[in-house]
């Protein structure tokens, strides 16, 4: 999408076929950013990034987060190591696809009953990921010189992760809007199966981590644009034995 500062709107207003605003264009702009700089986003800029997850909405208004930041080169070189250590071990029990016949179906076996109690960690997506990993053809935290890393308050109000989310989203966009890079790393769970680093980080009841978000400098190698279904929206709007009007969100 391209948008010309220029071209947007004032924020707080609306008016039919009007331009997107700075607020809409930056949501729109934001892309996951996996080649960074070497050199660290100022102290500054970090504290405002930080801002805007501290003021984002949650449950009740418990915030229930706090917020960890890691730019140590060497502590970021020893997660990068040991993420790298879970990932290939983790591969060895749970990769199917190699390995002759007796292997794969013992692996297959095994990964099936894992799967259930895993979906989401071991959906084909993060497995892909994670075998690329394996393999050395991309790295987990993509040699961003600072993480963010998101615990969660167990004891929040509602449902906790759906407010780290907001909480994170307000801060890629923050970040966005300066001129930052910024990555999701969901993948930093597994160095949470070594209490080396649940202590390290003190994450501890209640609080367990929730996600993590690498921040930088885009290095000029960024990704292309990643496409977005076309979403199926149901619109309400006749009486209550109306059925609803299905309309194509995105197209
Ligand atoms: C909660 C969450 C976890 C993610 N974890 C990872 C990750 O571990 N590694 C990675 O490279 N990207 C990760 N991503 C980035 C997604 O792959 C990316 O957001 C998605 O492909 C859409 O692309 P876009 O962010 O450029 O719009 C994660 C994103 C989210 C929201």
């Given at each position: ?44 800029m ?129 970040a966005h809007s300066m001129g930052a890079a ?35 400098w885009p ?33």
């Amino acid at each position: 999408m391209n948008i010309k500062i220029e071209d947007t709107s004032p924020i707080g207003k609306y008016e039919e076929s009007m331009p997107w605003n700075q607020i809409e264009k930056i949501i729109l702009e934001r892309r996951s950013i996996r080649a960074f700089k070497k050199e660290p986003l100022p102290n500054s800029m970090l504290r405002r990034i930080l801002e805007a997850g501290r003021f984002a909405p949650s449950a009740g208004n418990s915030q229930p987060w706090k917020f960890i930041v890691v730019k140590s080169p060497e502590i970021l070189a020893e997660m990068e190591k040991d993420a790298v250590k879970m990932i290939k071990l983790f591969m060895f029990f749970m990769d199917y696809t190699k390995g002759n016949i007796l292997r794969r179906l013992y692996i297959l076996t095994y990964a099936k009953w894992v799967i259930r109690f895993m979906k989401n960690e071991l959906h084909p997506v993060p497995m892909g990921l994670m075998s690329q990993i394996a393999h050395g053809r991309t790295l987990v935290f993509h040699g961003a010189p600072t993480l963010i890393l998101l615990a969660e308050d167990r004891r929040g109000v509602g449902n906790p992760p759906t407010d780290i989310g907001i909480c994170g989203q307000n801060m890629v966009l923050a970040a966005h809007s300066m001129g930052a890079a910024s990555c999701w790393i969901g993948l930093i769970k597994v160095l949470m199966y070594l209490p080396k680093w649940r202590k390290r980080f003190g994450i501890k009841f209640p609080y367990q981590l929730n996600n993590c978000i690498a921040l930088g400098w885009p290095s000029p190698q960024a990704d292309a644009t990643v496409p977005r279904e076309v979403q199926l929206v149901q619109w309400y709007e006749g009486g209550m034995k109306d059925a609803p009007r299905i309309e194509r969100q995105g197209e």
